[in-house]
């Protein structure tokens, strides 16, 4: 899994100005700073605002479809564990909105699903002029991934393959993602009074070793600190467009498990 196509020089960096001698003026102060301090010249230090560039998938025909697969297993195994399926829908719902991010991702690890990204191709001057002369009627922009967020998720990622955890491992795992009290605060906030409960998943559940256990407990914790809005992006949006992603997934999860993105992702290959 790499970032490819991402080594960007700092020539056509927005970080320069675009007036030169203020450039200029830069340069030579920062140089007298920097060998002042016995550091680096900044020939020789790399800008850093290529990361807040934003990026898509070098291959979004292969990538989307491997995904869409792996969202379609993941509403698989919430349809058919039992624990969830005995919870009233509401709560199977909130879960749902809660939960699928993480368990996407751990997915994402336990079929090996690799991903490159490149930067989003700079619109032309002709189009940007028009959108320039719509701006009032046009519609917002989606949102991109920037390289940095979706370097995080990679690292993450490749910690977890790091770990060679075993499918037994993989489904304890999701099951406390899904089941682990206080992740989903309005489930939590909702009356107990009538309602069937799955029993809380304590740490001893997940691994017999203590030091895995305590690694994969921290990486469970970067899984649930990623955005949704960055996993649909990055890797549903060139198939669903604007569709809520939410309410697809509910769609497979009572309706049509396997079917719902299958079909738009061969359409967008």
Known sequence: MTTSGMDVDCEGCQCHSEDKRTAILYTLLSQNLTHGRGGRSPAHQRCLCHQRRTV???????????????????????????SFHL??????????????????????????????????PAPSMLKKILLDGQSKH?????????????????CCLNTFWSLDLSPKEYAYLKGAVLFNPGECPALAALPAG????????GASWLVDVQERRQLIAEMLSTLKSIPPALITDLFFRPVIGN????????EMLYEITGRQLAPAARAAC
């Open 56 to 82: 898509c998938l070098r291959t979004p025909h292969v990538t989307c479809r491997a995904a869409s697969n792996v969202l379609v297993k993941t509403i698989s195994f919430m349809k058919n564990l039992p």
């Open 87 to 120: 919870l009233p829908r509401e709560d199977q719902l909130l879960l749902l909105d809660s939960c699928w991010v993480p368990l996407f991702l751990l997915g994402l690890v336990q079929e090996m699903v690799t991903f490159e990204v490149m930067e989003t």
């Open 138 to 154: 046009r519609e917002p922009e989606r949102t991109q991934p920037t390289l940095a967020a979706v370097q995080r998720l990679q």
């Open 194 to 201: 009538g309602r069937a409960r799955p029993a809380p998943v």
């Open 243 to 250: 569709a809520d992603i939410v309410e697809l997934i509910a």
